[in-house]
């Protein structure tokens, strides 16, 4: 008896030392999806990768869900907590999240699963409010939605929307598909009358890997498409989609456009990310793109360009000659969420020429791009300062197209003319989104909500595992000691009287109501089928741990494998600016962790080299990049 139980804590020991922390143990993360709501930053999915790193080093699929806070800062950047995920909800890289703000509720579409054996579509979202995750019964009605990956998608508040234009169907992505098909059409999905439609592209050929921005122009707002690769859809051949190519949805029209762009006209690329924002006057509206895998041979980008209309023209942002910097880390599959219109936050992304650093673990990868520079320094990258909500048009763009910081930009046409009339007549025409109202219950500041994870000192077992075993040698000592004891005591306990159960630390629970049904146009179900009995008061919280000591994140979520739900160690990035110039010096931890899945990231068949063996290129050797100075 004795022997078995010990077998067993060993087991359980095992089993905890396996376990990594999506933060206290951040090295890397990509192809992941990111939105904002109420100022916190949503990541889902993704594929991870643990330190050590090294050629060989393994990509785990991401299972969790996180959000940042951006008004609680963590060394220089929003803080990162751990939300509920439950093990039956896809975790995918490549996919979308659509917010709807109005509702508090966040969808997620497409992406590949990691394991290669992708479910049957469902549309599934989280609910902010009651932090559960449904399924929407839209699947009931549209069995001719698949799931696609690496598209380009945005959600528009004001009508409800959200719009995924092409990407992939694979075998990892929908079940059974023997093919890779670019696809030409843009999905539509109305929140509000929970239903999705199929909307025809600018033509019959399939993208994917570009990037899809809106804009508050023209009678209803604009989409706008740029990047990427683009498939023949005569004889399946891949090639990259012209930067000078841009092409625009005009919304209220259901209406496709296509200009060229001019000027300095970054290199063609593929799976970089992107934001949007404009001018106080909206004579100018600004894209800044960032980073991207090269299509065909090479290692990709690191840099920074902004796609000004309607000017149509490209600009150069970073680095210039006057930024002093010798050579980038191109790094691709990352995001970019523009908060208030004037800060970009860059997160995680792929280095095909560095396979030893982390990627800033002390931050979760997290790089700030001041789109005005409007800090004291007027650096490009900078840290995150949630008080800044103005964007000033920077010099960079200025001398361009003309104008000041709050506007009056010169320039308002492509060098070369309108290629069509109608789309010079919609950017003379600023869009002012309306407000959106919600169309269910959503609980006042004051009502009782899911818990948010709290801060509790180092060390403490808030979350432990049945059995009071974390892992460690000291935590098995202690549960083998306390096992022993238990079965001393069951053979002192008179007969039909059960010992007391070994006491453990009292962990969060918090009851999570069903979320009421009451979304227009449609209903759903949460995973959940009956609400708990409400549970008792939680103990007061710990004191605050002395200023050496490091804090942990503690979230309300179920234990499954792969996680702890502690945030990481202190590690003080030593630039005032982070930047992703070169990723942060990685901290050695022992990768104990049996491989959960050997996933691939899919790439056109045109050029098979896999992006997940990471080979140094022959040229980065012969031609190493000198130190940023």
């Known amino acids: 008896m004795i022997t078995s139980i010990i077998l067993s804590i060993f087991a359980l020991v095992s089993l905890s030392i396996q376990q990594n922390d999506p933060l206290k143990d951040f090295c890397r993360l990509y192809g992941h999806q990111t939105t904002l709501v109420d100022r916190k930053l949503y990541i889902d999915g993704g594929l991870v990768n643990w330190a050590p790193l090294s050629i060989s080093s393994t990509n785990y699929t991401s299972t969790w869900l996180r959000n940042g806070d951006l ?60 932090n559960t995750w449904n399924v929407s019964n839209v699947t009931a009605t549209s069995q001719v939605v698949r799931r696609a990956s690496w598209g380009a998608g ?18 990892a992505s929908v079940p059974g598909y023997n093919s890779e098909t670019a696809l030409s059409n843009m999905l539509v999905y109305d929140m509000l009358a929970n239903s999705f439609r199929n909307q025809s592209g600018p033509d019959g050929t399939g993208r994917a890997e570009g990037a899809l921005l809106y804009i508050p122009v023209g009678d209803g707002g604009m989409l706008v498409y740029f990047g990427g690769i683009q498939q023949s859809f005569i004889d399946g051949t891949v090639t990259a989609v ?3 190519d841009i092409f625009l949805y005009d919304i209220a029209n259901d209406k496709w456009h296509t200009e060229k762009a001019a000027g ?24 800044y793109l960032f980073g991207g895998a090269a299509v065909g041979d090479g290692v990709g980008y690191g ?39 004037s800060q970009m936050i860059v997160m995680g992304g792929y280095f095909p020429n560095d396979t030893a650093d982390c990627d800033v673990p002390a ?9 005005g520079k409007s800090n004291p320094d007027q650096a490009k990258w900078a840290s995150f300062n949630p008080s800044l909500t103005t964007y000033r048009v920077p010099q960079e763009i200025a001398q361009t197209i003309g104008g000041a910081p709050t506007g009056g930009a010169t320039v308002l046409a492509p060098a070369n003319g309108w290629a069509e009339r109608d789309l010079s007549v919609q950017f003379t025409r600023p869009y002012t989104q309306g407000t959106r109202g919600p169309t269910r219950v959503i609980p006042t500041p004051t009502s009782t909500l899911a818990a948010t994870p709290v801060a509790v000192p180092k060390g403490s077992n808030k979350k432990t595992i049945i059995g009071g075993v974390v892992g460690g040698v000291g935590g098995f000592l202690l549960v083998a000691a306390l096992a022993l004891c238990l079965l001393w005591r069951r053979k002192k306990s008179p007969p039909g009287q059960s010992p007391r159960p070994v006491s453990e630390l009292h962990s969060q629970f918090t009851y999570k109501p069903q979320s009421p049904v009451l979304t227009r146009g449609g209903s759903y179900h ?15 919280p710990p004191p605050p741990p002395p200023s050496h000591i490091g804090w942990s994140e503690i979230s309300n979520r179920s234990a499954r494998n792969n996680t702890h739900f502690a ?3 202190p590690m003080y990035h030593n630039e005032t600016h982070p930047s992703p110039i070169t990723p942060s010096d990685h901290t050695p931890k022992s990768l104990l962790a049996s491989p959960q899945e050997l996933p691939s990231v899919r790439t056109p068949p045109v050029w098979r080299r896999s992006m997940l063996k990471p080979a140094i290129d022959p040229y980065f050797v012969n031609h190493p990049p000198s130190p940023p100075t």
């Open 363 to 371: 931050n979760y990868g997290q790089h700030g791009l001041d789109l």
């Open 567 to 569: 945030r990481p160690e």
């Open 242 to 244: 012209p930067m000078t």
């Open 154 to 171: 945005v959600a528009v508040q004001d009508r409800g929307q959200g719009f995924y234009y092409g990407g992939w169907l694979t075998n």
């Open 264 to 287: 300095d006209v970054p290199e063609n690329r593929r799976r970089f990310c992107a934001g949007a924002t404009w001018a106080d006057d909206r004579s100018s509206y600004n894209i």
């Open 303 to 341: 840099d920074v360009y902004v796609l000004s209309l309607p000017s149509f023209t490209w600009i150069k942002f970073w680095p210039r000659p006057e930024d002093n910097v010798g050579a980038t880390y191109p790094h691709h599959s990352l995001s970019c969420d523009v908060i208030s219109g």
């Open 526 to 540: 949460t995973l959940r089928a009956s609400p708990p009995p409400p549970p008792p008061p939680p103990p007061p």
């Open 71 to 130: 008004d609680e800062k963590h060394k220089g950047f929003p803080q990162e907590h751990i939300l509920d995920k439950e093990a039956s909800v896809p975790s995918v890289h490549g996919g979308i999240l659509w917010a709807d703000e109005s509702n508090k509720q966040v969808y997620l579409y497409g992406g590949e699963y990691g394991n290669g054996q992708p479910e049957d579509f469902k549309l599934w979202f989280y609910d902010i409010v009651y």
